[in-house]
């Protein structure tokens, strides 16, 4: 089993910024994937960024520009800096973990945090 913990959800201003942060733990033997997905209300969720254990990184048109992904050295835990944000980007932020077991690959998702952009 995996767990994942997330923080740094919250309310800010439009323009503001906010970094998010998620740390996988508990039995695998690597990372393959993590990535941050987002659902706002009356939508489906949907990518925001990804990034692979080799530290390539994917963004929705969306977050380019604005957001980075990057990872801790330990490479557990991945982080979203989010700037210049929009009242658009209010929605709930998922943290996502796709894993190697011994004889599977699994994906993994968190609780979620609130992030809310609003004056």
């Known amino acids: 089993q995996v767990q994942l913990v997330e923080s740094g959800g919250g309310l800010v201003q439009p323009g503001g910024s906010l970094t998010l942060s998620c740390t996988a733990s508990?039995?695998?033997?690597?990372?393959?994937?993590m990535g941050w997905y987002r659902q706002a209300p009356g939508k489906h969720r949907e990518l925001v960024a990804t990034?692979?254990?080799?530290?390539?990184?994917d963004y929705a048109d969306s977050a380019k520009g604005r957001f980075t992904i990057s990872t801790s050295g330990a490479g557990d835990t991945v982080y979203l800096e989010m700037s210049s944000l929009k009242p658009e980007d209010t929605a709930v932020y998922y943290c996502?973990?796709?894993?190697?077991?011994?004889?599977?690959?699994?994906?993994?998702w968190g609780e979620g945090t609130l992030v809310t952009v609003s004056s």
């Open positions: 996502s973990v796709k894993v190697q077991h011994i004889t599977n690959t699994q994906t993994y």
């Open positions: 508990g039995s695998f033997f690597y990372i393959h994937t």
């Open positions: 990034i692979t254990n080799g530290g390539r990184s």
